[in-house]
């Protein structure tokens, strides 16, 4: 929340948060539309139509995070045509920073809605057998999402940026991969360890790809600046 207070609100309100909840709504309508189409008393094919309708979502968030990005683009021009020096006061790193921060903010808004939902009421958590650090663990998934987005951000608008289409590629994957992890929520080790392992790898990847480098890092650990 801090990184969104400090820097995302600055720099651009309600566009981001707009179009992932479009991606939202809209993968909803499919999924929903699915559902009354078949039969409701099969259990597997209910089943198959969420895994459906996840893997759905994820690809149509791509697609909105790519036409953010061709937003982003043209205003940036448009800013850039402004400016006597004929550069924009924006770089593809803070468009990408912010775009990724937005959808993160809002994916985990909607997991944590969802989450408070199920623990109004008595203390029902672990009454299946179900694991007594669930919300533990649904908070730590949360922080994950939230992060990913904004590195998958980084890396995605970078790649489009110097056609580097293996990034693109990469941050649709691991986006799917790391949705469908959450299937293994019961088994929370199963999914909680993979998404910090590609969250890790991510972070890095966005962090070079921002520019960064060791030599920063080790002036952030000892305290100097750079000259």
């Known amino acids: 929340m801090l990184l969104f207070f400090c820097q995302a609100a600055k720099l651009s309100e309600t566009k981001r948060a707009f179009f992932w909840l479009l991606s939202l709504l809209l993968s909803s309508l499919v999924w929903f539309i699915a559902v009354?189409?078949?039969?409701?008393?099969?259990?597997?094919?209910?089943?198959?139509?969420?895994?459906?309708?996840?893997?759905?979502?994820?690809?149509?968030?791509?697609?909105?995070?790519?036409?953010?990005?061709?937003?982003?683009?043209?205003?940036?021009?448009?800013?850039?045509?402004?400016?006597?020096?004929g550069k924009s006061p924006l770089s593809v790193q803070q468009m990408a920073y912010v775009a990724g921060l937005g959808f993160g903010i809002m994916s985990g808004?909607?997991?944590?809605?969802?989450?408070?939902?199920?623990?109004?009421?008595?203390?029902?958590?672990?009454?299946?057998?179900?694991?007594?650090?669930?919300?533990?663990?649904?908070?730590?998934?949360?922080?994950?999402?939230?992060?990913?987005?904004?590195?998958?951000?980084?890396?995605?608008?970078?790649?489009?940026?110097?056609?580097?289409?293996?990034?693109?590629?990469?941050?649709?994957?691991?986006?799917?991969?790391?949705?469908g992890l959450t299937f293994l929520n019961p088994i929370y080790e199963g999914s909680l360890i993979p998404a910090y392992m590609i969250m890790a790898l991510m972070a890095t990847w966005a962090y070079f790809t921002a520019g960064g480098s060791l030599q920063n890092l080790q002036h952030f650990f000892m305290c100097k600046e750079n000259k």
């Open 36 to 85: 009354k189409a078949s039969n409701e008393k099969d259990a597997e094919l209910q089943k198959s139509l969420i895994i459906f309708g996840v893997m759905f979502s994820v690809l149509l968030q791509e697609v909105f995070r790519f036409a953010y990005y061709k937003l982003l683009r043209k205003a940036n021009e448009g800013l850039a045509a402004l400016n006597e020096d």
């Open 109 to 179: 808004a909607f997991s944590v809605v969802n989450i408070l939902a199920g623990s109004v009421g008595p203390g029902t958590v672990g009454i299946f057998r179900d694991s007594q650090y669930y919300f533990l663990t649904s908070a730590f998934m949360t922080m994950a999402i939230i992060l990913l987005h904004t590195f998958w951000s980084v890396i995605f608008f970078d790649g489009f940026e110097k056609k580097r289409w293996f990034a693109v590629v990469s941050v649709i994957g691991t986006h799917l991969l790391v949705s």
